[in-house]
């Protein structure tokens, strides 16, 4: 734990210049994206004709890149470790799998009852915890790695077996207890399975086969001293690289349908905000030390936007507008929790943490 004090504290003399700045470059990405999909109309679509599964082939290997430094830095041997004490795991659980699918739907319900596309799309966001971007959050606010990298598997394996019979209770039973209008939706246990393999399980083999392999051969110093430095910046590349492809994807959308974009930006800034920081306060007075206090936080907060997307394309179709409220998560999401990445530092020297 001291060493997670020692960092967080002395974050702004150590940070590169690409951490330091990156707020700014995130938004400098976002409006690139938009010039881009602005000057290249079909940019869209011409970036979406070779897909991973479901996801637009750039979208993916900048997923991909984004992930597997991150997990590459993960000490596989202390999972098991950080994971002895269940309590922030079902904490996570207990908001991934309860608090975010209900609270999304009372959103989803409430902004946008009279649009049933751009609902349906967000209350499938919300029954998707994430996998993938949230290792970088944690990593930039210097939560446990490990904790994440267990919590990320484990909520991966429950969307395989869960998320089909999550969706059909949320779009085609709970509407049904308060007379709102239900929609049906066919998802198979395969095609979840399929992305969570690809967006989870290859960046997940690549680096447990990173860490075993270089230091079996260099030696755990080598590893943690010259290696890792040299492919962490990748992470934030990959993350630029991702947000760059989505702006300029979606640009048309987003500039023919302003309003949509508004009103379902309004219930995902109100979910990031109450899940985070529910999430936080709780891990908190549980008397959670800040690294896992933090990864609770943002693994509560994140959504698995790969997988609602492709669930929105394949049961919607591209220009439906479930899969325009899939597409919406992100573009909110990456911004907003960018920021609660400097809130977290900011209630680290604030507030007072378990062993601080």
């Known amino acids: 734990m001291s060493s997670t004090v020692d960092e967080t504290e002395k974050v702004g003399a150590r940070l590169s210049t690409l951490d330091?700045?990156?707020?700014?470059?995130?938004?400098?990405?976002?409006?690139?994206?938009?010039?881009?999909?602005a000057v290249f109309p079909d940019i869209g679509d011409q970036l979406g004709k070779v897909k991973i599964d479901?996801?637009?082939?750039p979208i993916a290997i900048g997923l991909l890149v984004m992930m597997y430094p991150v997990l590459a830095k993960v000490r596989y041997g202390k999972v098991r470790e950080e994971v002895g004490d269940a309590r922030p795991i079902s904490l996570t659980l207990f908001f991934n799998w309860v608090i975010g699918p209900?609270?999304?739907?009372?959103?989803?319900?409430?902004?946008?009852g009279d649009l049933p596309q751009l609902r349906t799309g967000l209350v499938i966001v919300g029954i998707a915890p994430c996998i993938a971007m949230v290792l970088i959050w944690n990593e930039l606010a210097f939560g446990n790695r490990e904790m994440?990298?267990?919590?990320?598997?484990?909520?991966?394996?429950?969307?395989?077996?869960?998320f089909s019979a999550f969706a059909w209770f949320y779009l085609s039973v709970l509407p049904g207890w308060f007379g709102?209008?239900?929609?049906?939706?066919?998802?198979?246990?395969?095609?979840?399975?399929?992305?969570?393999?690809?967006?989870?399980?290859?960046p997940l083999l690549a680096g447990y086969l990173t860490r075993k392999i270089?230091?079996?051969?260099?030696?755990?110093?080598?590893?943690?001293?010259?290696?890792?430095?040299?492919?962490g910046p990748a992470a934030l590349y990959g993350l630029l690289f991702t947000i760059v492809c989505l702006f300029a994807m979606q640009g048309k959308q987003i500039t023919d349908k302003p309003l949509d974009v508004v009103r379902v930006a309004l219930p995902l800034l109100i979910y990031f905000a109450v899940m985070w920081g529910l999430a936080l306060f709780t891990s908190?007075?549980?008397?959670?030390?800040?690294?896992?206090?933090?990864?609770v936080a943002f693994t509560s907060a994140g959504n698995n936007f790969e997988?609602?997307?492709?669930?929105?394309?394949?049961?919607?179709?591209?220009?439906?507008?479930?899969?325009?409220?899939?597409?919406?998560?992100?573009?909110?999401?990456?911004p907003v929790l960018i920021g609660l990445v400097y809130v977290a530092l900011w209630a680290r020297r604030r507030f007072r943490f378990a062993g601080d």
Not at 103 to 112: D, E, K, P, T, V
Not at 320 to 325: D, F, I, Q, R, V
């Open 284 to 295: 908190n007075r549980l008397r959670f030390s800040y690294d896992r206090s933090v990864t």
């Open 102 to 112: 209900l609270l999304m739907f009372s959103l989803a319900w409430i902004f946008l």
């Open 214 to 231: 270089g230091e079996g051969r260099k030696g755990t110093e080598w590893y943690e001293q010259r290696f890792l430095p040299r492919i």
């Open 307 to 334: 997988l609602a997307i492709a669930v929105c394309i394949a049961v919607f179709g591209m220009t439906s507008g479930e899969a325009l409220a899939g597409t919406i998560g992100p573009l909110i999401e990456v």
């Open 148 to 162: 994440a990298a267990a919590l990320v598997a484990v909520n991966a394996l429950i969307q395989i077996v869960a």
């Open 54 to 57: 479901t996801v637009s082939l």
């Open 20 to 37: 330091r700045w990156l707020p700014l470059w995130i938004a400098l990405a976002m409006v690139g994206g938009l010039l881009l999909g």
């Open 180 to 202: 709102f209008d239900q929609t049906g939706i066919n998802v198979s246990a395969w095609a979840i399975a399929r992305s969570v393999l690809i967006f989870l399980g290859i």
